[in-house]
C-alpha cells in the first residue's frame, strides 16, 4: 500500500542559494552546490525549510548517485519528511537520466539520528565500510599522546607556517599540489574556512607547500582535521605540520573540546593508533541502493 507523504513544497538548490541552505547542509555540500560540482533540494513546509539533501553523481561512474548531506531538522523528524525528500530526489535525477542510473550510495556515521532506519525503509542495504574509521578524543589528551611526546623538529631547509601567515598564492599553490597528488579533499574556498592559527603549512626552500594539517570547526563543542598531506611520504614533514597543529589546539579550545579525526586508507588509521593511541575509532557505515534488480 502507497504511503500517505506530507503536503510540502520542493525547492532546487543552486550556487546562489546555498549560503541561506547551509543550516540544512553540511560545509562541504555547501561548497560543492556553490562550485556547481552538485546540487541540492530543499523540502519546505508551511513556508519554512525543514530539510535538505545535497547529491552528485560519482567520478567513478556518473550512473552511480553519491548522497553527500541529507538532514532534517530535529523538530520535524519521524513524520517522513527524510524519505519524502529522498523519493522525491530520485524520481527528479531517474527522470533527468531518463533511468539511466544504476545505484545510490551514501556514508554515515552509525550513530547519526534517523538515517539509518531512514535509508533501510527507502531499500537501501547498510554495510560496515571497513576502510573508513573515525577517530575521536578530548583535546586535553593531546596533551601527553606520543605525537607531542616526540621530539619536534622541521626538516632541514623548510620553514613552518601557520595558515595565519600563509599568503593566497601559496593557499593556490597548496590546492593545486593536493590536486596534482589527487588527495584534494578540501577546496581553495574551505581553506579559507579553516582554523586558521590552529592550521599549519610546511613550506621548501622555494616556498612550495609540501605538507600540511588543516583543522575546522564542527559545530560548537567540536574540530576536525580536514586536510592532512605530506608530498613523498616523508615523516619529518608529517610530524612538523601536527605537532604545531596539536599544540595550537591545546592553546586554544578547551579540554573537553572533541577532536575528530577521519581516515580512509589502513596505514592511516595505523598512525592515529600509534601517535594518538587514547582515540576511540567508529567505523563509518555505507548505505548502497541497487537500482538495477
Given amino acids: 500500500m502507497k504511503q500517505e507523504l506530507p503536503e510540502v513544497q520542493l525547492y532546487g538548490i543552486g550556487p546562489d542559494e546555498a549560503d541561506h541552505a547551509a543550516p540544512l547542509l553540511t560545509a562541504e555540500a555547501v561548497t560543492y552546490i556553490k562550485n556547481n560540482e552538485a546540487f541540492g533540494l530543499a523540502l519546505v513546509e508551511e513556508g519554512k525549510a525543514r530539510a535538505a539533501v545535497c547529491a552528485n553523481f560519482s567520478p567513478e561512474d556518473e550512473a552511480i548517485l553519491e548522497i553527500i548531506s541529507l538532514y532534517v531538522a530535529p523538530a520535524y523528524r519521524r513524520r517522513k519528511l527524510g524519505g519524502t525528500l529522498l523519493m522525491e530526489l530520485l524520481e ?27 535509508l533501510i525503509k527507502a531499500g ?9 574509521q573515525t577517530f575521536r578524543l578530548p583535546v586535553s589528551e593531546l596533551a601527553d599522546s606520543p605525537l607531542l611526546k616526540r621530539k619536534k623538529s622541521v626538516p632541514e631547509g623548510y620553514i613552518l607556517r601557520s595558515l595565519n601567515g600563509t599568503s593566497d598564492t601559496t593557499l593556490r599553490q597548496l590546492a593545486e599540489e593536493l590536486k596534482r597528488n589527487r588527495v584534494d579533499d578540501l577546496s581553495l574556498e574551505e581553506m579559507g574556512q579553516a582554523l586558521p592559527d590552529c592550521s599549519y603549512v610546511l613550506l ?58 577521519p581516515t580512509l586508507t589502513e596505514s592511516s588509521a595505523g598512525l592515529v593508533k600509534k601517535l594518538l593511541p587514547s582515540s576511540k575509532s567508529t567505523g563509518l557505515m555505507r548505505a548502497v541502493l541497487d537500482l538495477t534488480k
Wanted: proline share 3%; aromatic share 8%; glycine share 10%.
Fill in 124 to 132: 537501501f542495504e547498510i554495510k560496515t565500510d571497513e576502510q573508513a
Fill in 204 to 261: 621548501n626552500g622555494k616556498l612550495e607547500p609540501k605538507a600540511c594539517a588543516i583543522f575546522h570547526a564542527m559545530g560548537e563543542q567540536g574540530i576536525y582535521l580536514s586536510q592532512f598531506f605530506v608530498a613523498d611520504g616523508s615523516t619529518a614533514a608529517g610530524m612538523a605540520v601536527l605537532q604545531s597543529a596539536a599544540k595550537a589546539l591545546l592553546d586554544r579550545f578547551p579540554g573537553e573540546t572533541v577532536l575528530e579525526i
Fill in 92 to 118: 527528479a535525477v531517474l527522470s533527468e537520466t531518463e533511468g539511466n542510473l544504476k545505484g545510490v550510495i551514501a556514508s554515515f556515521m552509525p550513530e547519526t539520528e534517523g538515517v539509518e532506519a531512514l
